[in-house]
């Protein structure tokens, strides 16, 4: 191991003083960039800074959204996708009876299914975050693409309010389901 590594562990020995006054001084440079890089992360756009966990949805109120995908981010933290609602969104009949696949983690997809309903608000274009990557690959779920029809179940923030987001806890895409709150189990 050299001087400078033992400097930067505090192993250096007698008579590094020198060194260490070298070493704060290259650091010292990079103290300014902090604010700098405050304030890119402040100016980046909000799907590259919104990362919700569970706890920031209600999840006893299940909704149903279906449609095609605008846009879509095929990457982690999660995968995400912008989707367009039509403009008189139903609920399948056959929603509450669908199959749903079983997941390592205790969700309760059939009580989830009937309790769905759809989104009060009026906007038709959803952002849904769906899984991490690890997780979609896990699910083989086929990369989605702009214009892909896609159903989902999840949930948004509590009373609607806020951006217009679901977190998805199952998706419908190209013939199969995939329940995203973990893997298949």
Do not use: C
Request: charged residues 20%; hydrophobic residues 50%; without cysteine.
């Amino acid at each position: 191991m050299n001087r400078r590594n033992l400097l930067a562990l505090g192993l250096a020995p007698a008579g590094t003083a020198v060194l260490r006054l070298r070493a704060a001084a290259s650091a010292a440079p990079m103290a300014g960039l902090a604010p700098l890089a405050a304030a890119g992360w402040a100016l980046s756009p909000l799907d590259a800074r919104a990362h919700h966990g569970w706890s920031s949805f209600d999840q006893e109120r299940p909704l149903y959204l279906e449609g095609r995908a605008a846009k879509v981010a095929w990457r982690n933290p999660h995968a995400e996708l912008e989707l367009e609602l039509p403009a008189n969104p139903r609920l399948p009949a056959d929603l509450a009876t669908r199959p749903l696949p079983p997941q390592a983690a205790a969700v309760d997809g059939p009580a989830l299914l009937r309790a769905a309903r759809l989104p009060t608000r009026p906007e038709r274009r959803w952002v849904v975050e769906l899984a991490p990557l690890t997780r979609m690959n896990a699910w083989k779920v086929a990369e989605i693409k702009a214009g892909d029809a896609v159903a989902l179940l999840g949930f948004t923030f509590t009373g609607e309010k806020g951006d217009a987001v679901l977190r998805a806890e199952y998706l419908w895409a190209g013939g199969g389901v995939y329940g995203l709150r973990s893997g298949p189990a």
